[in-house]
């Protein structure tokens, strides 16, 4: 399983790079994917809804009426929830989305997606290049020149590239994150995987 190695002009080099069978060449487990896709959307959820109770509701709690001899419905106090501004019966309540999934899971899901990107072609492996100082000009110029400027990309790095990830900040569609931080989500939001030289070579470390 071999790739070419392109330059940031979007030229082909003489360089290739070998891939992990292990990690771009297995059968694709659709559940795994799922579970860990389901428990990073979960983890986004920040679970403060509240809404306020009979009991937590301002007010008195006098009955309105007698129980009896009015000819209407018995009610009880101004915080009956059948009122305009009385409490809410089994409201939300604050509590956590987290869900727990095993780390050989999250590990197989990674795995299966790298699997996919590489059999559909979406894989494009560059050299390792730095940028001086944010521009996204710069950056977007890169995504022209390998014609995906239009298409969901990410660019996973080595190492903590800040200005790189400064510069696609401004673009809705590209994402850059280190290959150490990548996780399943990012992956399948993208219709391009772009893996600088040297992140590849980590992954392997990382997904043993």
Do not use: W
Request: charged share 30%; proline share 3%.
């Amino acid at each position: 399983m071999v790739l070419d190695v392109y330059n940031i002009k979007g030229k082909k080099t003489k360089k290739q790079v070998k891939l992990p069978k292990e990690i771009f060449g297995i059968s694709p487990n659709e559940h795994a994917v799922y579970l860990d896709v389901k428990q990073y959307l979960a983890s986004q959820r920040l679970g403060t809804h509240k809404s306020k109770e009979r009991g937590e509701v301002k007010g008195s709690r006098r009955k309105l009426r007698k129980q009896k001899g009015s000819g209407a419905a018995r009610v009880g106090d101004i915080k009956n929830p059948i009122f305009r501004g009385g409490g809410r019966v089994f409201g939300p309540k604050p509590r956590k989305y987290q869900l727990k999934l095993n780390k050989k899971v999250k590990s197989l899901a990674k795995k299966s997606v790298f699997s996919s990107l590489f059999t559909k072609s979406n894989i494009i492996v560059i050299e390792d290049y730095k940028m001086d100082k944010p521009s996204t000009k710069a950056y977007n110029q890169i995504l022209e020149n390998f014609g995906i400027d239009n298409q969901k990309t990410l660019l996973t790095t080595n190492d903590n590239c800040k200005n790189i990830y400064l510069s696609s900040r401004n673009l809705k569609k590209s994402d850059v994150a280190q290959i150490e931080n990548v996780n399943t989500y990012q992956l399948m939001n993208a219709n391009k995987l772009i893996m600088m030289e040297s992140s590849i070579k980590n992954l392997t470390e990382l997904l043993k």
